[in-house]
C-alpha cells in the first residue's frame, strides 16, 4: 500500500474481508470485518489486504475546511 500521514486523528474500522496496517513506531497489527483501528494525528501508516479476496475499511477523519488530509511519502 502506499504509505500515508494523516493529519488528524482517524479511525478505520474493516468492513469485509482482513487488513494489516503498519503505524509508525508499532509492530503490525491485523484486523478483520468488525474491528477498528485508531491513527493518531502525524502518525505515518500504511494499510494492505492480507487477505484471500476483496476487503474494504471506512476511514473517518475530522479536518478543517480547506485543509489536506493526508501527505503521501515514498
Not at 500521514?5 to 503498519?22: K, L, N, S
Not at 500504511?46 to 484471500?52: E, T
Not at 476487503?55 to 488530509?69: F, G, N, R, W
Amino acid at each position: 500500500g502506499i504509505r500515508t500521514v494523516a493529519r488528524r486523528d482517524g479511525d478505520a474500522y474493516v468492513i469485509d474481508g482482513t487488513f494489516e496496517y503498519q503505524l509508525e513506531g508499532h509492530p503490525p497489527i491485523t484486523l478483520k470485518a468488525g474491528e477498528s483501528l485508531y491513527i493518531p494525528a502525524g502518525t505515518a501508516h500504511v494499510a494492505k489486504n492480507v487477505g484471500q479476496g476483496k476487503a474494504s475499511e471506512l476511514a473517518t477523519y475530522i479536518v478543517k475546511k480547506d485543509t489536506p488530509l493526508v501527505v503521501l511519502e515514498q
